[in-house]
């Protein structure tokens, strides 16, 4: 029988760590040993167990010691810990259990009596660990729906507040439109890539798709032109010839693409340029440029840039929608797509951000 668990026994008699050891290997744990509480400490630190076998009655530190060191660790305070004890001494093992011990054993020790007891703990806290992972991941889902919803419902939510307020001529009427019809095509679309990415089977479905950087920049431009325009920018495209293809989906480059030019439209000075290009990049990758004439980013927020749940302004421009997860999102997308965003500053002053991905 194997198990996954992993077990630290400690015990500063040899003997008892031998026998100990050898009846946990032979029932398929992974088993490692020290002889004493600065050890143990050692081998957790080093890579943290899923279960601590701990003899309580040590020379120098005592399980005791060892124990509320344990637990003030916040790496280790969740192992679960079994006190072994040659004694059955009832304030003793209070004491164990006000310290943190899960469960305990005296010894001499019945073997199946121990294999129970370490197979229930062992098995409770693999069990914690995969749900916790399945939160985690659950909760990973949420912020990117959450944040990728922001940017179409924000179009939507500029080009409404337009035609309701009456400020636009009527020729214009119809790229407004046109802008929410798309904008709410695109929320619907992010909604439906993410159920499909949770279905069994679907992961990495997207590994062959391909997107062109001109199609990115038409895109960029139709959906951005009529916000950077009401922010005082002006809205500048470069391309290179032969229209480059990068492999990622397009609705995601899109996605990414979009997280740059609106962090731009949110910090660029009103009256400047907002510039998007296309450019080689490392030998079989290609970029994609979103570059601002605003006031930049310090090296300070530089070294936060990418951190999520970070904000690199005290004022919030979205008056609370602004999760501070744009960035760190975007670098995973890219990364997962083989390639990487980074930040450079611009010459003149102002902000640089390259997308670079695989060429096709």
Request: with cysteine.
């Amino acid at each position: 029988m194997t198990h996954a668990g992993r077990i630290l026994v400690v015990d500063d008699q040899a003997i008892n760590l031998r026998v100990v050891s050898s009846l946990l290997e032979r029932h398929g744990y992974r088993v490692s040993g020290a002889s004493g509480g600065e050890a143990a400490l050692d081998a957790c630190r080093e890579l943290v167990p899923d279960l601590i076998l701990l003899d309580m009655m040590m020379p120098g530190m005592d399980g005791f010691t060892l124990l509320r060191t344990i637990r003030g660790d916040m790496a280790l305070k969740r192992v679960p810990v079994i006190c072994l004890t040659s004694v059955q001494d009832r304030d003793l093992l209070v004491q164990a259990f006000e310290a943190g011990a899960v469960d305990y054993v005296t010894k001499p020790f019945i073997a199946e009596e121990l294999l129970a007891r370490v197979d229930v703990h062992i098995g409770l806290k693999l069990t914690r660990d995969r749900l916790e992972r399945v939160a985690n991941e659950r909760q990973d889902l949420v912020n990117l729906v959450a944040h990728d919803l922001k940017n179409p419902l924000t179009s939507i939510a500029f080009a409404s507040d337009i035609l309701v307020n009456n400020g636009v001529k009527p020729e214009r009427v119809p790229r407004y439109l046109q802008m929410i019809h798309e904008s709410a095509g695109d929320a619907l679309g992010y909604i439906r890539r993410y159920l499909e990415s949770q279905a069994p089977g679907e992961e990495g479905a997207t590994v062959d798709s391909v997107a062109g950087l001109d199609a990115t920049l038409d895109w960029l431009h139709d959906r951005y032109e009529l916000q950077c325009e009401g922010k005082g920018l002006e809205l500048r495209i470069s391309r290179v010839a032969g229209d480059p293809q990068v492999r990622i989906e397009p609705l995601v480059l899109r996605q990414v693409a979009e997280n740059l030019v609106t962090n731009a439209l949110k910090y660029a000075d009103t009256g400047g340029e907002l510039h998007l290009a296309a450019q080689a990049g490392a030998p079989g990758f290609w970029r994609l440029i979103a570059e601002d004439r605003g006031p930049g980013i310090s090296a300070d927020q530089q070294r936060k840039l990418f951190k999520p749940f970070v904000r690199l302004t005290d004022g919030d421009p979205l008056a609370g929608l602004s999760s501070g997860l744009g960035l760190s999102l975007a670098r995973h997308i890219v990364m997962r797509a083989g390639g990487q965003l980074f930040y450079e500053g611009r010459e003149g002053g102002g902000a640089r951000f390259v997308i670079e991905l695989p060429g096709a």
